[in-house]
């Protein structure tokens, strides 16, 4: 199947509601280009080289999410165009990404990644990490980002009752910060292998890579 074939199938099984980000790091331009043309307008890269090197020879109406880890020292390299930072994983990487949102005259809208997963290998703050941030009063000094959610990555598992009860419990600690704070709106989980679960248990955002583009590129 072409990969419009595959963005028309994927778009049609999801709710209004929910968006499809594109997941398309390793892929060249002619395959975001071949999505772009089939209407897909949002894209993730998880590398900020790669990312900012698609943005200056891709169309400029693409909205750039960077859903990989991000290294404080690389912010400013994407802070005069990126539309959306899933992974925040601490109030430092925060802080930073004020800064230079602040030197592009922008403000950055933002993830905050919660470590749902079973595994070491996934980043991300626990709820009382969260709060913290929520009420500290350095967060409260930050005019240049804008928190509208959270994110997170189930275990990589082939046992669905886990993958259900770690997205039951991000969309549970999704819901209590929600009604304290109106901007929240978004709950970034779930990809290809499990982004229907995702969205039953609440997600409004799911990163699709290979069961578009098909297999990775390394």
Known sequence: MSIKENLDKIKNSLPR???????????PNAAILEAYKAGQRVFGENKIQEMTQKWEELPRDIQWHMIGHVQRNKVKYMAAYVS???????????????????????????????????????????????????NSDGYKELKNINIIGLMGMATFTQNENQIKKEFKKLHSIFEGIKNSDTSVSTLSMGMSGDYKMAIAEGSTMVRIGSSIFGARNY
């Open 84 to 134: 959306l930072i899933h992974g925040v994983d601490s109030f430092k990487l925060l802080k930073e990404i004020d800064k230079q949102a602040k030197k592009n005259e922008r403000t950055i809208d933002c993830l905050l990644q919660i470590h749902i997963a079973e595994e070491d290998t996934k980043f991300g703050l626990d709820e009382n990490e969260l709060i913290n941030i929520f």
């Open 17 to 27: 509601y929910v968006t499809l980000v594109a997941v398309s790091k390793t892929k």
